[in-house]
């Protein structure tokens, strides 16, 4: 047998994915997926077999990317955080009527308790609303041994898989064992089905159709599936149904096994079956799932029957955030364990931007323009480091909704009446999705300052490569920006001065003006210092 | 044996270095781990812990149930505190006594210490001191661990030692030599309270 490893969840998937034959693996860092495609970039097994890599430009280009492989008949991966998938949204769909040639594996992971996002939403949907079928492991020798199967069950049944992980099982580690067989990777060959993959409506209706069937052949394949379990136990009275890493916190309350019948799911679509079977031992059934509730929407009818379904909805289990063993007791109605009281002089340490950061530097100069002559001034950002500029002593943000959204809000308010409309964001998010809403402000001719926070890296996530480092100025050139309008200044406390001056200036044009503001993470910069 | 021990301190002070030397030491050991960790937003100057697991059967939960964690190990006192419901009956807190203050509001360190002597099992060591007069300024976490590993089940301190050669290994003889020392001074002096 092949040594135990130590590997956090997302490591175990991209071990896996080596191991079953990847050529492939396209991503847009997101908290917690990243290091997937980090562990994929730095093993030897991906150097020595050529696996191509990329941080794309964004999920949908990453989404494609891998789309694309998979026609060419080789297996690729795509990773991304859980709103990841709201950007690849298109791709993915399309990919479930395309089907999937060579293993196409979809990597989300969801964030329940938002410990590092902007919403909770539960990426199994996806599969319910693509067709397609989810694989959840609940530790990371399953995370491992699942990716594989995941990949030969996209390959044999031509359909993209969805790993779902969420953040205690990407980011835990435990001991891995990694099989003795890695497998050949696949040689080019083009799809058996070519018309699938133009989805004009005339080859869609009939793959529809297709996928249809598909889907139910997939719920079959769940309910035999060695990865959705029923372990009996001997009291009737309760039933549990538990998820992907709920299955842990349940084993957890009950270090001599579990006295109530478990139907361990790790496979959708959820296999109705077993839950049927499950209903026919006992009367309530708790349903124990992370993320939203999916499965307990599911066996929840609107009609009245003998069977007694509870959980989050009817917040026998905490409603909204992750689970953990604490919160799984209490729904088992077993007594909290004896602890200390909470601290009483305890004060939050909430995350700042790092001290000497560019973004610091940046806010100071904006807020020292915009608070003292232009009080009516909104700020439209998004999502990055930056977006800590919403903290104090900054205050410096008005809004935060989704990747890009600072420069197109910026343009609706502006043509709202606000003025003056500032839209920040980083160089990593512009490239994202920032660059289209350019267009649209250069377009309208839209009097709006947008600013690009230029630090030249994915700073949140750890320092992954920015998509248009340095050619931003000319790509906002080449979209069409007035090159008058387009000001560079460096964030130093010593060039308030000047920088002030410039975002007055461009406050005063009624165009669209863009400031890159740009200096080098200090995070990167000290490693780069390191590496010199 | 089993033990659960959480780790805590604020984003950059290393607490996942020790996290990763236990790891080592329990692979040597033949024991089963799990070790939840929080990247991401959190890591940016906030409050940061990882929930580490040992034990000779399997795991299953990645995070340690409230009232059930027999060590608290934390390079700074305000943050062993934010951990105590965690803390078993009977458990124990090793905690660095420097504060690490970026929030307007920390707490008065009297308050501080005040609460923690009030429980009952509590090791407080200034590593930071202990970490310069060893001669390894930014070894404090390594002291930690030297002061911890006295009440770990898992082997002498040359386990440890090993787990720092295979993790600073890559960095050099220089910085492994300065981790070791900064463990065994963080080791000899957990020996004397």
């Known amino acids: ?532 | 044996m089993k033990q659960d021990i959480i780790l805590a301190g604020v984003g950059g002070q290393g607490i996942l270095s020790i996290a990763t030397v236990i790891g080592f030491a329990a692979l040597e050991q033949g024991l089963y781990l799990k070790q939840a960790e929080v990247h991401g937003m959190s890591q940016r100057g906030g409050d940061v812990q990882s929930h580490l697991r040992l034990s000779t059967e399997p795991i299953h939960s990645d995070i340690i149930p409230r009232g059930a964690a027999d060590l608290i190990v934390s390079l700074e006192p305000m943050e062993a505190l934010r951990y105590v419901p965690y803390l078993a009956p009977g458990g124990w807190i090793i905690t660095n006594t420097v504060p690490f203050v970026n929030i307007p509001d920390y707490p008065p360190m009297e308050s501080v210490m005040a609460e923690l002597n009030r429980l009952p099992h509590v090791i407080s060591i200034d590593v930071d001191a202990i970490a310069k007069e060893a001669g390894s300024p930014r070894g404090a976490n390594m002291v930690l661990l030297g002061a911890t590993s006295a009440l770990l089940d898992i082997g002498g301190p040359e386990v440890f030692r090993n787990g720092i050669r295979r993790i600073f290994g890559r960095k050099g003889e220089e910085v492994v030599a300065a981790n070791i020392k900064a463990f065994d001074a963080g080791f000899a002096s957990a020996k004397q309270q």
């Open chain 1, 1 to 532: 047998m092949a040594d135990k490893q130590l590997l956090l969840g997302d490591e175990a998937v991209a071990l896996g994915a080596l191991h079953a034959g990847l050529s492939g693996v396209y991503a847009y860092p997101g908290t917690p997926s990243t290091e997937i495609t980090e562990y994929i970039q730095g093993h030897p097994l991906a150097a020595e077999r050529h696996v191509h890599d990329a941080w794309s430009s964004n999920e949908k280009t990453a989404m494609e990317a891998a789309l694309g492989m998979s026609y060419a008949g080789k297996r690729a991966l795509v990773c991304m955080k859980h709103v990841g998938m709201n950007v690849c949204a298109d791709p993915l769909m399309g990919s479930a009527m395309t089907g999937a040639n060579g293993g196409l594996v979809v990597a989300a992971c969801d964030d329940p308790s938002m410990h590092s996002s902007q919403n909770e939403q539960d990426s199994r949907f996806w599969g319910t609303f693509g067709m397609m079928p989810v694989f959840e492991p609940s530790n990371q020798q399953e995370a491992y041994e699942m990716t594989r199967a995941a990949f030969d069950y996209s390959e044999e049944n031509g359909i993209p898989v969805i790993m779902r992980l969420t953040t205690r099982m990407a980011h835990s580690r435990a001991f891995v064992t990694p099989s003795d067989t890695i497998r050949v990777q696949n040689e080019l060959h083009y799809p058996a089905h070519p018309k699938r993959w133009v989805t004009l409506p005339v080859n869609a209706r009939v793959r529809n159709r297709e996928l249809i069937q598909l889907y139910a052949k997939c719920e079959a394949d769940a309910a035999a599936s060695k990865l959705n379990s029923m372990v009996d136990g001997p009291d009737h009275s309760l039933g549990v149904v538990a998820c992907g890493i709920a299955y842990n916190y349940l084993m957890e309350n009950f270090p001599d096994g579990c006295p109530y019948p478990v139907l361990k799911v790790s496979q959708y679509p959820f296999p109705r079956k077993l839950a049927l079977k499950l209903a026919e031992m006992v009367p309530t059934i708790l349903v124990l799932e992370e993320g939203q509730p999916l499965v307990e929407n599911m066996l929840r009818g609107v009609f009245p029957t003998q069977t007694k379904v509870i959980g989050r909805i009817d917040n026998t289990v905490v409603r909204d955030g992750e689970l953990s063993p604490d919160e799984v007791r209490k729904a088992l109605g077993l007594p909290a364990l004896p602890t200390f009281a909470p601290s009483q002089v305890l004060a939050p340490r909430p995350p700042a931007l790092c001290q000497g950061c560019g973004h610091r530097d940046f806010y100071t100069a904006l807020n020292n323009v915009l608070k003292k002559d232009y009080p009516t001034a909104r700020v439209f950002s998004d999502i990055g480091c930056y977006t800590l500029g919403y903290m104090a002593p900054f205050n410096a943000i008005h809004t935060c909704v989704e990747m890009g959204a600072s420069f197109t809000m910026a343009q609706g308010a502006a043509y709202s009446g606000t003025w003056p409309s500032v839209g920040v964001l980083g160089d990593s998010t512009f490239t994202h999705s920032g660059m289209t809403g350019l267009l649209d402000a250069v377009n309208a001719n839209a009097d709006v300052v947008l600013c690009i926070s230029d630090n030249l890296t994915t700073a949140m996530t750890g320092g992954q490569d920015s998509a248009g480092t340095g050619r931003i100025e000319a790509i906002c050139a080449g979209i069409g920006v007035d090159p008058a309008h387009i000001r560079t200044i460096i964030p130093l406390p010593k060039n308030y001065p000047d920088m002030e001056k410039v975002i007055r200036e461009e406050i005063e044009y009624h165009g669209v003006s863009v400031i890159v503001c740009r200096r080098e993470c200090i995070q990167t910069a000290r490693r780069h210092a390191k590496q010199k």
